[in-house]
């Protein structure tokens, strides 16, 4: 293509002027954003107000399209069950039988469960949850694996609250704005989680890898103790997580840990519930001690 | 009396049956916002409830820069990096900034091109975009590893291919919307 007009500005000592000046802008804005970026890498959550912003703007279409596309997989699953209803029938069936035994063995587990707390004078604690929301959108384009929530502030939505949905742990709230709110997935590499082997309660920590899996690590060292298959529950070390959510299945054993996937998938989870940090007074505590005296929760 | 059907045809433009063909004036708003717009909503795109495991999603919001920016140079000037980026990085989840920084380094990088490879087909520009799409998010990724805790480089893999593929079909939105822009 050929040249553009601007950059032979000819005689005309305006043009001329006008044209340097334009670079002069250029190289003042990048090193103006090099400083915002310098800021925003030292203080994380200074910029939380502008994001919030952005989101909330977002917010209203993102709502829509998420209902939209709920009700899209909603039929597509109601077409399917009337497609497969005849042999799903049989097989449901089946199944019902075999869960019928294990029902009544743990039920007995519970009432022997109740029964043992009460000697132990352990109060159960409710499931306390704060608020329920759906999820609107994510950061498909980034490498940060952070999701946006349909409510904020308005349902006392605050940062450091864990979310879940019903199939397992989905993250927990970084930034929360009037209606909306962040979350840091639990695939993404800054989110660690104290969990443990259901089986044997094996403890160990999960980070991200942000590729979708999680990357299991025990605490004790030596070669790796998990199997293909493994189911990974949180423990409820540090007070945020409450112990037994669902976690994730570890898919691949590797020389110093596992492999796994979480259970929940936040494209197509039908809710996210928020709730209580688990021992949110004694985690107060914990940071409000901490060497440098400031608190060492991770803003974003 | 009543009204005549052919007097109420065009009730949106009523007086353009009667006006010249010939030196129209263009829509100032129509030239000035249609750019700006079109890159505003490509980096809003993130806010629709797409759910992707690793990072998948193409950058829309790059890939109209870069193609307004090499389909038609002198177009947005050479600090409109900044304000495109940082409007960017409210939708992309990155630390603030990081985009200002990035898309003003590449609109920088395509302004020293120009000076010296000055008569360019699709194709040379298509290899400038892929190179510095590729670099702008590899350089996110390093900024983001800077913040916190990143993911390795290799992730960003299929986004990378996908964006560079993507890319001719964003010069063509751009066409569309060049042609509509400055159509009278």
């Known amino acids: ?300 | 009396m009543k009204i005549p059907v052919t007097a109420i045809r065009l009730p949106t433009r009523p007086a353009r049956e009667y006006e010249s063909r010939f030196d129209r004036e263009q829509s100032m708003l129509k030239m000035l916002a249609i750019p700006i717009a079109s890159v505003a909503l490509a980096s809003m795109i993130t806010a629709l409830p797409i759910f992707t495991d690793e990072p998948l999603l193409p950058p829309f919001g790059l890939l109209m820069f870069l193609s307004w920016r090499l389909m038609r140079p002198g177009l947005l000037p050479v600090w409109s990096g900044v304000p495109f980026g940082l409007m960017d990085d409210l939708f992309s989840g990155q630390p603030f900034g990081s985009a200002g920084l990035l898309w003003s380094l590449a609109m920088l990088i395509i302004e020293i091109i120009d000076s010296r490879a000055i008569w360019r087909d699709h194709v040379q520009d298509w290899l400038i975009a892929a190179i510095l799409i590729a670099a702008v998010l590899l350089g996110g990724l390093w900024i983001a590893g800077m913040a916190h805790a990143a993911p390795e480089p290799i992730v960003l893999l299929p986004q990378i291919i996908l964006s560079i593929l993507l890319y001719p079909l964003a010069v063509r939105i751009c066409a569309r919307l060049d042609s509509w822009r400055l159509a009278t």
């Open chain 1, 1 to 300: 293509m050929a040249p553009p007009q601007h950059r032979r500005p000819g005689f005309s000592r305006k043009a001329q002027y006008g044209l340097f000046v334009t670079y002069v802008v250029a190289i003042a804005g990048t090193i103006a954003a090099a400083l915002l970026l310098a800021i925003s890498i030292a203080d994380p959550a200074g910029f939380a107000a502008l994001r919030a912003a952005g989101a909330e703007i977002t917010a209203p279409v993102a709502r829509v399209f998420s209902t939209v596309r709920g009700a899209t997989q909603n039929m597509n699953a109601t077409v399917a069950a009337y497609i497969h209803a005849g042999s799903k029938n049989a097989a449901l069936e089946k199944e019902a039988k075999a869960n019928r035994k294990k029902l009544i063995e743990a039920q007995a587990l519970r009432v022997e469960n109740a029964r043992l707390r009460g000697l132990l004078k352990l109060t159960e604690e409710g499931e306390s949850q704060i608020a329920v929301g759906r999820l609107i959108s994510s950061t498909s384009s980034s490498t940060r694996r952070v999701a946006t929530l349909s409510i904020g502030r308005n349902f006392g939505v605050e940062r450091a609250q864990p979310v879940r949905g019903p199939a397992g742990l989905i993250g927990r709230i970084i930034e929360a704005g009037p209606t909306t709110a962040r979350i840091l997935l639990v695939t993404d590499s800054e989110n660690l989680v104290p969990v443990m082997r259901v089986s044997d309660g094996l403890p160990a920590f999960s980070a991200g890898l942000g590729n979708g899996t999680v990357l299991i690590k025990p605490l004790n060292l030596g070669e790796s103790p998990f199997k293909v298959g493994d189911v990974i529950v949180t423990s409820g070390n540090g007070g945020l997580y409450r112990p037994n959510i669902p976690f994730a299945r570890v898919i691949k054993k590797t020389s110093d840990g596992a492999l796994a996937i979480p259970f929940a998938d936040p494209g197509n989870t039908p809710y996210a519930v928020v709730m209580q940090p688990y021992q949110g007074e004694a985690r107060a505590a914990q940071q409000a001690a901490a060497p440098d005296g400031e608190t060492k929760e991770v803003a974003e």
